[in-house]
Each structure stands twice: as C-alpha cells, then as structure tokens.
C-alpha cells in the first residue's frame, strides 16, 4: 500500500478522461472556474452591416408606399393608377435606398481609413508620444500609473495591435471590421421592395379596396415593430405599437393631403 492509499484509507479513484474542449471554448473565469464550470456566451454580429439597413428599408418601404397608396385613394385614384403608382414607388425607393446606403457606408469606411492611415503615420513616427497617449487612456481607466506605461509600451511592440488599439480607442472602431457597403446596399433594396409590396398586394390580386390596403399595412406594421423589439431583446407590444403608430399617422396625413388635392382640382 502506498503512502497516499495510507493516508485515505481508500485506493485512489481513476482520473476521469475530460472531453475534449472546442477550440473555440472560452475560458474559464471566477467561481465558474472553480466548480468547473465553462463561462460561455456569444454576441450576436452588430457591426456587419445588415441589421440596421434591413430595418430602415423594410419600415421605409411600408410606410413610403402605403402613404403613396393613401394618398392617391383619397384624392380619387383607384384600381390601375393607384398599382402604378405603388409600383413607381416601389422601385424608385428601393433604388434609391441602395444608393444612399452604399455611398453612406463606402464614405465612412473611407473615412476611416484616412484616420486610420493618419495613426498609422503617427505611430511610426512618434512611437513615444503615442505610447504616452495609450497609457494616459489606461490612466483615464483606471489602471495605475505604473502598469499603464508598462502595458502601452508591451503593446507598442506589437504594431499592429498597437494600431488596432490607438484606433478603437481614438475612432470608437474595429478597422478590421467594418460594415460592407454592399450589404447595406443589398439589405437595403430587399427589404424595401418586400416592405413596399405589402399594401400593394390587395390590388395586384385584382381587390381594389383602400381599407384592405391599409389594414394589411398595419398589420405588417404591427408584427415588424415587434419583431425588431424583440431582436434588440425590448418588449414586443412596444416596438409594435410604436411602429403601428409611426405608420398610422403617415398614412392619415397623406391621406388628408390627397383628399384636400382631390377636392381642388376635381
């Protein structure tokens, strides 16, 4: 008997073979580390580009085409103008939110680059005053005075990194992740065009009715809010009715406007 058997009275239990960990595992930190427990959670992408031009194309869409439909109806307008009109607006809005979204976000990006390409300069140039820089950053952050200058000289011999960090915290930005201004551009035409078709369809299906137009819209208006709510992890009837209201009034306002329109010059 061994010395170890001794002490415990019992034979010494077989290590247990531990599963293999995924290499994408995050450590394990705090008390979790303790209990053996992994510490795991994901973000969701927020910097890719897509969820914000998708909303705003989408809710763009709804709203721009059945306040174009409001509109035309109240001044008088049915059947076949009010579907070219729809479909005028459709395609008009979705052309032009691509545009404005692809040279919206081409610009930032390029305008970060120039800032980028500027720190670039600065950090080869005057490696000491930037170093300074980072570790009064660390300072303003809490880390003591001492450990800041250590840390940002250890960085600055990485320069890469080093720009990365200069950036994030000068620009508030990941250069090496941007939005793609083609996926704002592509997010954008879609979900306008599937936001403009909605209170379209009843006519298309050969139901010229403004009430069925509207109420589709609001319906779509309604689940949309709500969804985007609950995407951002808010509340769905708050996103809903926010979104339903936003819309509702659109749609009123144009149409007043085209019933005021249609009285004068009828």
Do not use: C
């Amino acid at each position: 008997m061994t010395e170890a058997e001794d002490q415990q009275g019992t034979t010494p239990a077989k290590p247990q073979s531990q599963p293999a960990r995924h290499p994408d595992a995050r450590r394990r930190v705090g008390a979790g580390s303790r209990r053996g427990e992994v510490h795991d959670h994901h973000h969701r992408d927020v910097s890719g580009g897509w969820l914000r031009p998708s909303v705003f194309g989408a809710m763009d869409g709804l709203v721009t085409n059945v306040s174009l439909i409001s509109g035309v109806g109240g001044g008088g307008g049915h059947g076949q103008l009010i579907v070219l009109t729809g479909l005028a607006g459709l395609a008009a809005g979705a052309f032009s939110m691509a545009t404005g979204e692809y040279v919206s976000v081409s610009s930032q990006n390029e305008l970060v680059a120039a800032e980028v390409s500027k720190e670039r300069y600065e950090l080869e140039h005057n490696p000491e005053s930037e170093a300074r820089e980072l570790a009064a950053v660390f300072r303003h952050r809490g880390v003591d005075a001492e450990l800041a200058e250590r840390v940002a000289r250890q960085v600055g011999k990485r320069p890469e990194e080093a720009l990365r960090m200069h950036v994030r915290e000068e620009l508030g930005v990941d250069h090496h992740d941007l939005p793609s201004p083609y996926v704002a551009a592509g997010a954008s035409l879609v979900t306008f065009a599937v936001g403009a078709l909605i209170p379209l369809l009843p006519y298309l299906f050969s139901f010229d009715s403004l009430p069925a137009a509207l109420l589709l819209a609001a319906v779509a208006a309604f689940i949309g809010g709500g969804t985007v709510s609950r995407i951002t992890e808010r509340p769905f009837l708050r996103g809903a009715v926010r979104q339903l209201l936003l819309a509702g009034a659109a749609a009123g306002l144009t149409y007043a406007i085209g019933t005021a329109v249609g009285a004068a010059v009828g």
